[in-house]
């Protein structure tokens, strides 16, 4: 990542000169694009290759930066955008930094941030779990992803490390007046390590805007060892969901064009509890010093399923498949290949793509490249 120092010189003020400490700001990113074949992509059943946005690894350029402020005390800040490489457009709907918008304090005590930030759930599945580091929701819609809800706004987080221990909690404000729940969210994390094991859980739970009564609820629990060139990983989730969100992220895409259902008919009726168990399990591999091979399969069973304009279609089981093989050209630039099969039934077929053909399954295959910087 290139780093580039700036000094921060002080104007003069009327009561004479202000000094600052020095700071330092980090550009950085990420430009992923690939090429995908997916089957069964339409209502006829019709296939359809077209350039995509990553694979694993959303694109993305952002600002991060610390101030010294003295006393083992730094100020810290991170501005970050989400764009599709494959053209152009901004990502998040359009938000100028949608994926990340926090300033923060940082010291002995930990770290304490506020606005727009990656849930404590998401970052303990991305950053240490999830075998697929929670990626590619967008196009498979994994089940960590529509558990931990990515990211949120008008959060304020806590960061702290004791030992072999490692908690986070976060509090987003839902800004609705005469109600401090309507809105709102409590995300959680813990993790322990202990040499090459780790275990960690989360609790997250988040508030309808339009009824406080409607509630997004989930637990996880999940591990990993890493034996040297290969690391397993395996978790368990639980969700109970009244406000439609998990609905909404099981069903993908809603752009047809891309080969994805309609948001009219994957949408889930607010107020019908859905309920979820799940599962996912996987390895990694690092067959040289290049190459690194990944596998994962995911599993959902959902109860009371409802969505919009088909009522209640009961309940449903999804599984997802996934290899991934990783070829790094350098340290900034990699090579890769993916491949994903996955397979719903009974009311989790609405959630596919596919739904409208009569088709319950979808393969997908993909080359790409990403470049770091």
């Known amino acids: 990542m290139k780093k580039s120092s700036m000094l ?3 104007a003069g003020l009327s009561t004479g000169g202000a000094a600052f400490a020095q700071s330092n700001v980090t550009i950085y990113g990420i ?3 690939s ?3 997916l089957n069964n992509a339409n209502a ?3 296939s359809n290759i077209r350039v995509d946005n990553g694979a694993i690894a959303n694109s993305r350029i952002g600002f991060k930066g610390t101030e010294d402020l003295g006393g083992g ?5 991170q501005l970050e955008n989400g764009f599709s490489s494959d053209n152009g457009a901004m990502l998040q709907g359009g938000a100028l930094f949608g994926r ?3 300033v923060g304090l940082q010291g002995g005590f930990g770290k304490v941030r506020v606005g727009r930030q990656d849930t404590p759930l998401f970052d303990l599945l991305a950053d240490h779990f999830d075998p697929l580091t929670v990626g590619n929701y967008a196009s498979n819609s994994w089940l960590p992803a529509a558990g931990t809800l990515i990211r949120t706004p008008n959060m304020v987080r806590y960061d702290g490390d004791f030992g072999p221990v490692s908690a986070a909690a ?3 404000f839902g800004e609705t007046a005469g109600s401090v729940r309507t809105g709102s ?3 959680s994390a813990l993790r322990y390590t202990a040499g090459a094991f780790s275990v960690g859980g989360g609790f997250q739970q988040t508030v309808s805007a339009t009824n406080s009564s409607y509630k997004d609820t989930v637990w996880n629990l999940s591990a990993s060892y890493d034996f040297g060139p290969a690391k397993i990983f395996g978790g368990w989730f639980n969700i109970k969901d009244s406000t439609g969100t998990t609905a909404a992220y099981m069903a993908a895409d809603s752009d047809v064009s891309k080969g994805w259902t309609t948001a009219s008919t994957v949408a889930a009726t607010t107020g019908n509890e859905r309920k979820d168990n799940g599962f996912f399990f996987g390895s990694s591999y690092k067959a040289s010093a290049a190459l690194t091979l990944t596998g994962a399969f995911y599993y959902d069973k959902s109860k009371n399923v409802s969505y919009t304009g088909l009522g209640n279609v009961g309940d449903g089981k999804r599984y997802a498949l996934v290899g991934w093989a990783d070829y790094a050209l350098s340290k900034r630039t990699q090579l890769y290949t993916t491949v994903d099969y996955n397979k719903a039934k009974d009311a989790a077929v609405y959630e596919l793509s596919n739904s409208a053909s009569g088709k319950n399954s979808m393969t997908t295959v993909g080359v790409g490249i990403r470049h770091i910087f």
């Open 170 to 172: 976060s509090w987003a």
């Open 100 to 102: 990340q918008s926090w």
């Open 185 to 187: 969210q409590f995300s």
């Open 44 to 46: 006829n059943g019709d």
């Open 31 to 33: 430009v992923d694009t």
């Open 35 to 37: 090429i995908h074949y």
């Open 73 to 77: 005390l730094k100020a810290m800040f």
């Open 8 to 10: 921060l010189l002080a």
